[in-house]
């Protein structure tokens, strides 16, 4: 029978018990920088919708300039604007002035979609931290704490089998 073996299998849970700390801590500090990134793309979505209106809106203002500007244009030519090729001119204009105001909205709600969804993708990664790290089950620990707990009672009754049977 060795008598440092003994004291070895306790230097080894103590080893085990600081790498679990280290593991725990550094789950955490993830869990953290998700969240962080996570309320980031959140706020880059707004941002991005923001931005698409205020570009939709001025593409409109663009619409209205350009509608007066050929309004302004067949007066000068004594055309009245109200009517046949000027009003479909101007109604032809109106309409393309809308689709680009459209798309440029429409581009950015696609915009924003994808920072959501990577909102929604670090907000899950995170709370599978939370549930494996910190909540507690039925026992009153965490998933990762009990597994820890088992493996080095384990390892604890591996090595005191192995002293009281002779082992190294």
Known sequence: MNPLGGLSAIFEMFAATQAETARKEAALTNMVELDRSAGLE???AVAVRQRG?????????????????????YAMGNVASGSGTAAQTQASSAVWNELDATTLRNNAVREAFGHEESARRYATASKKILDRELAPDRAGMSPADAEFSFELGSSALMSAASFGMGGK
């Open 42 to 44: 959140a706020k880059n």
């Open 53 to 73: 209106s205020a570009a939709a809106g001025r593409k409109r203002m663009e619409g209205s300039a350009i509608a007066g500007q050929q309004r302004m244009a």
